[in-house]
């Protein structure tokens, strides 16, 4: 019994030296890295909201990451923590679900932002690319700016508080009239394909 209670002492004494010893662990760019974490402020708050679901983000400052998380093999979510350019288009494809629960709205984000615990955005960041083109339904581009020209083929495109520097094309009439426009910033022109 008495070895019993020695080998649970020294268990948790081994396990309380590695969460000290991971806590204090190197603290370079710490400012930056916390001024710069709006993917993991959201899934932390996500994961809050809704316990019975995972939810992962994307978090990437690489084109070729970008590129992928917004393909139909990505996630609902994807961000960027700095200025990004994509030498190549880009294509959001695929159906995803808010915070990855496929029992709420069909819904997929771009974020352009860091934020603080309080969810108060903190910097907003640009991506740029020749062209953006949305595949995917109710896809929100969320502060920030996206630099190109953007391809709308799927309902409910919106703009949040987000900038587009360049022409938005809607394949259709009935796709820019489900569009949400009002609190965001288009450059170009916005126009329905011929």
Same mark, same amino acid.
């Given at each position: 019994?008495?070895?019993?209670?020695?080998? +649970?002492?020294?268990?948790?004494?081994?396990?309380?030296?590695?969460?000290?010893?991971?806590?204090?662990?190197?603290? %370079?760019?710490?400012?930056? &890295?916390?001024?710069?974490?709006?993917?993991?402020?959201?899934?932390?708050?996500?994961?809050?909201?809704? #316990?019975?679901?995972? #939810? =992962?983000?994307?978090?990437?400052?690489?084109?070729?990451?970008?590129?992928?998380?917004?393909?139909?093999?990505?996630?609902?979510?994807?961000?960027?923590? *700095?200025?990004?350019?994509?030498? %190549?288009?880009?294509?959001?494809?695929?159906?995803?679900?808010?915070?990855?629960?496929?029992?709420?709205?069909?819904? +997929?984000? $771009?974020?352009?932002?860091?934020?603080? %615990?309080?969810? &108060?955005? =903190?910097?907003?960041?640009?991506?740029?690319?020749?062209?953006?083109?949305? *595949?995917?339904?109710?896809?929100?581009?969320?502060?920030? #700016?996206?630099?190109?020209?953007?391809?709308?083929?799927? /309902?409910?495109?919106?703009?949040?508080?987000?900038?587009? %520097?360049?022409?938005? #094309?809607?394949?259709?009439? *009935?796709?820019?009239?489900?569009?949400? $426009?009002?609190?965001? =910033?288009?450059?170009? /022109?916005? =126009?329905?394909?011929?």
């Amino acid at each position: 019994m008495v070895k019993s209670y020695k080998k +649970r002492g020294l268990f948790l004494g081994v396990c309380a030296s590695l969460i000290i010893l991971a806590g204090c662990g190197n603290n %370079e760019d710490t400012a930056d &890295k916390a001024s710069s974490s709006v993917a993991s402020s959201e899934v932390a708050s996500s994961v809050a909201e809704s #316990t019975e679901v995972v #939810t =992962t983000a994307s978090i990437s400052n690489d084109p070729a990451d970008v590129v992928a998380g917004l393909s139909a093999d990505g996630t609902w979510i994807y961000a960027i923590t *700095e200025d990004v350019v994509v030498p %190549e288009d880009i294509i959001v494809s695929g159906t995803f679900y808010d915070k990855n629960d496929e029992s709420g709205d069909i819904y +997929r984000k $771009l974020a352009l932002y860091s934020q603080d %615990e309080d969810h &108060k955005v =903190t910097a907003e960041f640009t991506l740029e690319a020749p062209t953006m083109t949305v *595949e995917s339904p109710n896809f929100k581009i969320q502060n920030g #700016t996206f630099i190109g020209d953007v391809v709308v083929k799927a /309902e409910g495109f919106q703009l949040a508080d987000s900038k587009v %520097e360049g022409n938005v #094309t809607f394949d259709s009439q *009935e796709l820019m009239d489900s569009a949400v $426009l009002d609190a965001g =910033t288009i450059t170009g /022109e916005t =126009t329905v394909a011929k």
